[in-house]
């Protein structure tokens, strides 16, 4: 019942930012880590960029330094801060979510629907 929604993708120039969201909702439930994928044509998709229930971050090594991850735990939404954007990020981004919710023993895998990001002059 739970479900990722995601916002902020569009186009943009290089050199240019974006910021994506990814709220989590419908159920009662724990975050225990949050990330973004991104699938360009063609290729497989990739992790970008995660954060753990620890608050510990992980990023591709492609945008290090470029994208930030962060989240708000009281809105249960998880940020992507892309900064300094090149052709190559153009993809759609995927929010990824492990939750567990109430009642349940196990963490569960989620995924928002996806929004495209393309980065052209």
């Known amino acids: 019942q739970v479900q990722l929604v995601e916002s902020g993708g569009g186009l943009v120039q290089p050199g240019g930012s974006l910021r994506l969201s990814c709220a989590a909702s419908?159920?009662?439930?724990?975050?225990?880590?949050m990330g973004w994928y991104r699938q360009a044509p063609g290729k497989e998709r990739e992790s970008v960029a995660a954060?753990?229930?620890?608050?510990?971050?992980n990023y591709e090594d492609s945008v290090k330094g470029r994208f930030t991850i962060s989240r708000d735990n009281a809105k249960k939404t998880v940020y992507l801060q892309m900064n300094s954007l090149k052709p190559e990020d153009t993809a759609v981004y995927y929010c990824?979510?492990?939750?567990?919710?109430?009642?349940?023993?196990?963490?569960?895998?989620?995924w928002g629907q996806g929004t495209q990001v393309t980065v052209s002059s």
């Open positions: 990824n979510a492990q939750l567990t919710l109430l009642g349940r023993p196990n963490t569960h895998e989620y």
């Open positions: 419908g159920g009662i439930f724990n975050i225990n880590a």
């Open positions: 954060i753990t229930r620890g608050g510990s971050t």
